[in-house]
């Protein structure tokens, strides 16, 4: 298995790098049509900043959605996500389900490959 890189912009306008091994936890946050984006966002900064500050903390976070490709959020900002299939033999360390107006839940709710 090879290792994951990944390259950022901290707040500062730094650049910061670095390189996951296949075994770094992943984390994937569940995305839909009309899903909050802060509950995106914030949980993917809360694993973002916990590797930043502790090279121990290195980890993989995944958004994921029901065919991947964009989704707009209630905020009306589109997010990059993956298909289900993307994650086929892999394991996941944890699964969040991002929060969000009570159709867009209900709608999530009905979507077979959520």
Do not use: N
């Not at 707040?11 to 049509?33: D, N």
């Not at 389900?97 to 839940?105: C, E, L, Q």
């Amino acid at each position: 298995m090879t290792a994951y890189a990944y390259t950022w912009r901290t707040l500062a306008g730094m650049t910061k790098s670095s390189t996951f091994p296949p075994t770094a936890p992943l984390h994937v946050i569940v995305a839909y049509e009309g899903v909050q984006l802060l509950d995106v966002a914030g949980s993917a900064e809360v694993f973002a900043t916990a590797a930043a500050l502790d090279d121990r903390a290195a980890c993989e976070v995944a958004l994921i959605s029901s065919q991947g490709g964009p989704v707009m959020s209630s905020a009306g900002v589109a997010l990059q996500t993956r298909p289900p299939d993307w994650l086929a033999g892999r394991r996941i360390d944890t699964l969040i389900v991002a929060g969000g107006p009570v159709d867009a839940v209900e709608g999530a709710l009905r979507d077979r490959p959520l």
